[in-house]
């Protein structure tokens, strides 16, 4: 059997050590992890515990200005368990008491609670193919800062050497105040095993078996970050939960995040809980064939979405492709100046885009679609205005509605925000065996 005491200590990565001391440290922090398996659905003492402060967090989330006897009555835990486990969330800095409201009623008003946006932040990052995008957050959801870097070079080391950088200076600046700093959620542009920071594949950046984690782990710690939880995910599927997270509520459940940029994927939320599929690659959408023996795709096949939706087929058609790359200035001073063939470039893209959602709509029945990235930033109504309408002929077609399509609240910092909304997801449910990697120890069982 299993300990729980063992599952808890690893709800993700930890940065450890300096040097190569670090790295070994941390390798085998991993390999340790990875004998877990699913942790088994009961707990000792401790855990209980821990489940109830969490599951008291969700409740203020869910609905800030509860006050402890609303927490009892909805979680069904005794007053006295909900005001020791206050108390202590209130230390803490997780939660703070609002002034209660004046109703006129006599005796005591009760207390009201919510999530406190000052004391606790998270930091979210997004390694794009040729840029880093980096955010500080609070646990409210609030972005404090943001900074996007271009890449100085797309060599791993020099990557894990940038953005650690950055992740620094902004940690540094984010708890200068006496703040936490929660955790680091990283997004990757390709498939990645999520438990070993392992980039399996990442074709727009030409990695393959990449140790991104292992690599960062050491510069974080060497960094000073020691001991800080990191965890590693497809851009997509951190961008869907920052949905989850930070998005308005009650949320779209099942929601489907289609992220458009030089790569387009999606991340599935069902159940308030990621679905990654068998081996994390599920919603690699922009892989699913959209023409047969059609345009070559970065990944070796032919007719791939991608091919067609990507940023980078984009600029081509909209001659803004050159040695250096894809020239975003250029493509976003011609969408400003409306120029009609950036604009119709955009708009094709956008219809391959509308047939792309509806073999999703038909896959995954979501109650909504959410899009970013850049493409959308860049694109915006010639692209998506081309992709409704192809989703609204295809309804009409066949007398169904359509799911609500509509855009991410952080557009093209939508990876990174959702980094920071990982770290917070995944240290307030302790209960989901999903944000383990239960693949990853059965392939090396075998
Ligand atoms: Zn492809």
């Not at 957050?137 to 953005?163: K, M, P, Y």
């Not at 992740?167 to 708890?175: D, F, H, M, Q």
Request: charged residues 20%; glycine residues 12%.
């Amino acid at each position: 059997m299993l300990s729980l005491a063992r599952f808890r200590t690893y709800p993700g990565i930890h940065a450890s050590g300096a040097g190569g001391h670090g790295l070994a440290r941390y390798r085998s922090a991993v390999e340790s992890s990875l004998l877990m398996a699913i942790p088994p659905v009961t707990g000792d003492q401790r855990f209980m515990k821990h489940i109830n402060r969490m599951a008291l967090l969700r409740l203020l989330r869910h609905e800030p200005g509860l006050s402890r006897a609303d927490l009892s009555h909805r979680s069904g835990l005794t007053r006295s368990t909900v005001g020791l486990l206050t108390r202590e969330l209130i230390d803490e800095g997780w939660i703070v008491e609002a002034s209660a409201n004046i109703t006129g009623a006599p005796g005591r008003r009760p207390t009201p609670l919510g999530l406190d946006g000052r004391r606790i932040v998270l930091i979210g990052a997004e390694l794009g193919p040729d840029a880093i995008c980096v955010v500080s957050t609070s646990i409210r959801g609030e972005v404090l800062e943001t900074r996007v870097a271009a890449l100085h070079s797309t060599e791993a080391g020099a990557v894990c050497h940038q953005l650690a950088e950055v992740v620094t200076e902004l940690s540094t600046r984010a708890t200068r105040g006496g703040a936490t700093l929660l955790g680091i959620g990283v997004g990757l542009p390709g498939v990645v095993d999520k438990r070993s920071g392992l980039l399996e594949l990442a074709p727009n950046i030409g990695w393959r078996h990449v140790e991104v984690g292992p690599r960062l782990g050491a510069e974080l710690a060497a960094a000073g970050l020691s001991g800080v939880p990191v965890y590693f995910h497809n851009e997509a599927d951190l961008a869907a939960v920052g949905e989850l997270e930070f998005g308005v509520r009650p949320v779209d459940d099942p929601l489907v995040y289609v992220s458009c940029g030089v790569g387009v994927g999606a991340g599935i939320v069902l159940g308030e809980a990621l679905f990654t599929g068998a081996t994390g690659s599920a919603g690699e959408v922009g892989h699913t064939t959209l023409v047969i023996d059609g345009r070559p795709c970065a990944c070796g096949r032919l007719g791939c979405a991608e091919a067609y939706i990507g940023l980078r087929s984009i600029a081509a058609a909209a001659d803004a492709l050159g040695h250096e790359g894809i020239d975003r200035t250029l493509l976003r001073d011609r969408m400003a100046a409306r120029h009609a063939p950036t604009r119709a470039a955009f708009a094709h893209a956008g219809r391959y885009l509308g047939v792309m959602l509806q073999n999703v709509w038909t896959t995954f029945n979501p109650m909504a679609v959410v899009l970013g990235g850049e493409t959308v930033s860049l694109g915006g109504e010639a692209f998506l205005d081309a992709a409704t309408e192809v989703l609204d002929r295809v309804s009409e077609r066949a007398g169904m509605p359509p799911p609500r399509v509509r855009r991410a609240r952080h557009a093209d910092r939508a990876a990174a925000v959702g980094g920071a909304a990982y770290a917070l997801h995944a240290t307030l449910n302790p209960h989901l065996n999903t944000l383990q990697t239960p693949y990853e120890a059965a392939a090396r069982g075998r």
